[in-house]
């Protein structure tokens, strides 16, 4: 089944204790992005990625880190969460090919950071 | 500051009705639109989309209309039915890169 999976799908942390979210497709897609949704504030992008190796910032990026180290896998990393960053996140890849840029979603972790 | 905006945070509708959902933005330089629904404790999923070059795409009981002059973009359900009852977003882009999307609309119809 053609798929984005994130794990962990909760999580609730400590100010300070570094934690990576994981993200992975299955759908052999270029382009991979994270994104943040918040009350009020809708979907807002954190980074996204053209390719292995090639990441940029989307428009939300302070505080987070990402890689692209394979096609399939794009991890979130917070190496210092603060409680601002408690929202809900979800990843998402695309094809990304001959103009046709609709994203496939994963189903979304929920970050608390206390 | 926001972009792209979706100025109404709900909308209800009776089945078998015309659903009209509305999003505008700011920046001319968007050439690709798209529209995602969104169920509760569930990723967006894509409905449809629509390039600048025209302004209007059709699929199905969903139609997206583009106004490029205004700026203005809409998503028509006809009819709409209990089962598109969700959270819709509006999202742009230059090229396929950056994505910008709405605050959303929570549409609920009414059997």
């Known amino acids: 089944e053609a798929q984005v999976t994130q794990n962990p799908r909760y999580l609730i942390t400590v100010t300070g204790k570094k934690l990576t979210v994981t993200c992975s497709q299955n759908?052999?897609?270029?382009?991979m992005s994270w994104y943040r949704q918040d009350p009020g504030l809708g979907l807002r992008q954190i980074y996204y990625?053209?390719?292995?190796?090639?990441?940029d910032k989307g428009d939300v990026p302070e505080g987070y880190k990402v890689s692209r180290k394979e096609k399939r896998n794009f991890p979130l990393i917070l190496e210092s969460p603060s409680p601002n960053q408690t929202s809900l996140y979800f990843c998402?890849?695309?094809?990304?090919?001959?103009?046709?840029?609709?994203?496939?979603f994963g189903p979304g972790t929920r970050l608390t950071v206390t | 500051d926001q972009q792209v905006k979706q100025n109404s945070p709900s909308l209800s509708v009776q089945e078998g009705r015309i659903s009209i959902l509305n999003c505008d933005y700011t920046?001319?330089?968007?050439?690709?639109f798209l529209w995602y629904k969104k169920y509760p404790a569930e990723g967006p999923t894509f409905l449809i989309s629509?390039?600048?070059?025209?302004d209007k795409n059709e699929d199905g009981r969903f139609t997206v209309f583009l106004n490029k002059s205004a700026k203005h973009l809409s998503l028509h359900i006809v009819p709409s039915q209990p089962g598109d009852s969700a959270v819709y977003f509006c999202?742009?882009?230059?090229?396929?890169?950056?994505?910008?999307f709405g605050t959303g609309t929570s549409l609920t119809v009414i059997p």
């Open positions: 998402a890849s695309s094809p990304h090919d001959r103009g046709v840029y609709e994203q496939y």
């Open positions: 759908m052999n897609h270029e382009y």
């Open positions: 990625s053209m390719n292995v190796e090639a990441t």
């Open positions: 920046n001319s330089m968007f050439d690709y």
């Open positions: 629509i390039s600048s070059i025209k």
């Open positions: 999202a742009a882009s230059v090229t396929g890169n950056q994505f910008y």
